[in-house]
């Protein structure tokens, strides 16, 4: 993809209050699917919450869910398409809610992912961490992994639905909250958040999981089945060549 400017940046008057992207150069990736296995876990704690009820879901339609934000838009379904005719109540919303918040505390960093964001760093580049969970939940874990000593930003997009993101999705969260961002790259990984970081107009390097492995990324600078594939120092030198270090 040509190093062409992006139009994710707004002029919407909610993004004055974020703080400008100084070099136009920003690295975006999703907190909890690619930076840790967040999306093991919540996936993890509906299957469980609905085993104790009686539901048995199976791998394979797990794996269907695999772009569902957020529990209390997906369980029902889940649960139904199971072929369970038993209510999903409130409570066992909240069961699976507990369990994630709970969980947040033994998330790790993937270090492969750490080393895109230093890279960016070293080159003066943005970074910021875009979540889909419960602003709540993307609080706890992006002080949890202490992101902020980075520099990273915060970005919870709103309006989520139950695919996610959105194709407008990601554009308007960067634009709202790092304005002067009009180089980008994404890390992502799965084929709804690859299509709204193109529609982006934002180079595009997916990070697949066990559960969206075989989705299709078309579009994709590359996919990363292997996350040591590319050096990421190389890789933001040549889609920003502006950004690399006078030799």
């Known amino acids: 993809m040509a190093d062409t400017p992006s139009k994710a940046s707004s002029s919407d008057s909610s993004a004055l209050a974020a703080p400008a992207v100084a070099s136009g150069a920003l690295l975006f990736f999703e907190l909890e699917h690619v930076l840790v296995p967040g999306r093991e876990l919540m996936l993890g704690a509906m299957r469980d919450v609905l ?25 029902a379904d889940l649960a139904r398409e199971s ?45 910021a961490a875009v979540s889909y969970w419960p602003e709540e939940w993307a609080q706890l874990l992006y002080d949890h992994l202490a992101l902020a000593a980075l520099d990273v930003r915060l970005v919870v997009l709103k309006d989520v639905e139950k695919t996610f993101p959105q194709t407008a999705s990601i554009s308007k969260g960067i634009g709202e909250n790092a304005p002067g961002a009009h180089w980008l ?28 492995e075989f989705q299709d990324f078309g579009g994709a600078d590359d996919v990363l089945d292997d996350p040591d594939k590319l050096d990421p120092t190389e890789t933001i030198e040549q889609m920003f060549p502006r950004l690399r270090t006078p030799a």
Not at 51 to 75: D, F, H, R, T
Not at 87 to 99: F, H, I, L, Q
Not at 111 to 122: F, H, N, R, S
């Open 51 to 75: 085993a104790k009820e009686g539901i048995e879901v199976s791998p394979n339609l797990l794996m269907q869910y695999a772009e569902c934000p957020q529990p209390e838009l997906c369980l």
């Open 185 to 212: 790259l994404g890390l992502v990984s799965s084929a709804a958040a690859c299509h709204a970081t193109l529609a982006a107009k934002s180079h595009c390097l997916v990070f697949p999981d066990a559960y969206t």
């Open 83 to 127: 072929g369970s005719t038993k209510e999903v109540t409130e409570k066992m919303v909240a069961d699976v809610n507990e369990a994630i918040q709970q969980g947040i505390a033994d998330l790790e960093i993937r270090k492969p992912v750490m080393k895109w964001i230093e890279a960016a760093l070293e080159r003066k580049m943005a970074v």
